[in-house]
């Protein structure tokens, strides 16, 4: 019964490791709501995807706020899992990478926006809703928030070395709503945003392979269902060893 229908809310859904989060979560036979600056792109392949899509520009942080009423009406009082995933990595001219002396403050503002802020302002938005459905955020980071990564920009490794410790704090202070906070650092994932030369990263990965987003979805799944009910307060590493 569509009532009785499990619910998530995704941000980042149109391409990638979101897309494949869609697609996952959708076998299950949940509900997704997803929210994007884009209108919802007609290629994405699940049921109701169009009436259940929110435009919001999460590097606004007053709209993202704006939009908290509109995604509770939308929720119907119960939130099982709110997943994290949007994320923008500006590169240099000519896909250079941003260091820190040359990223300009508006650059490191979107970033933190979209990457960071966003996370906080939706979670504690819909705590009552969470919190109703025992539910679970998570909180996609990156292997470049525990290391200097040679094309990630300073302002995305930070953003996501912060949002690492947002979610400690998180299911610290989620806990005693019975929510589970948690984080996945994706490595070299094979998505549309891979920067040429990924190839010579891959050669000195233990698995000695790229990953795939379906691969991460079935992380990003574990960590919103009731296999990881005892789980909370972690960031589960999916990079085929790069940390080691």
């Known amino acids: 019964m569509a009532d009785e229908r499990k619910t998530l809310l995704l941000t980042g859904a149109s391409r990638g490791i979101g897309h494949a989060t869609v697609k996952r979560f959708a076998r299950e036979g949940w509900r997704i709501l997803t929210c994007s600056r884009q209108p919802f792109p007609e290629q994405c392949p699940w049921g109701g995807g169009r009436e259940d899509h929110i435009v919001i520009d999460l590097g606004d942080p007053g709209r993202t706020i704006a939009a908290i009423d509109e995604i509770r009406a939308r929720v119907g009082g119960k939130l099982h899992a709110l997943v994290n995933n949007a994320g923008i990595s500006p590169k240099a001219p000519g896909g250079g990478r941003l260091n820190t002396l040359e990223t300009d403050l508006s650059t490191w503002g979107q970033v933190f926006h979209v990457n960071f802020f966003a996370s906080i302002v939706l979670a504690r938005g819909l705590k009552d809703e969470l919190s109703a459905a025992q539910g679970a955020v998570v909180n996609v980071t990156s292997i470049a928030g525990s290391r200097v990564h040679p094309f990630a920009g300073a302002a ?11 979610t400690r704090e998180m299911a610290h202070d989620f806990g005693p709503l019975g929510v589970r906070v948690n984080a996945i650092a994706p490595g070299e994932i094979e998505t549309s945003i891979l920067s040429p030369g990924t190839e010579k990263i891959v050669e000195g990965l233990p698995l000695r392979r790229l990953g795939q987003p379906r ?6 799944w574990f960590l919103c269902s009731d296999a ?8 589960i590493e999916v990079n085929a060893g790069q940390h080691v």
């Open 156 to 166: 995305y490794a930070t953003s996501k070395a912060a949002l690492k410790a947002l």
């Open 215 to 220: 691969e991460v979805a079935d992380v990003i």
């Open 228 to 235: 990881s009910s005892y789980v909370t307060g972690t960031e």
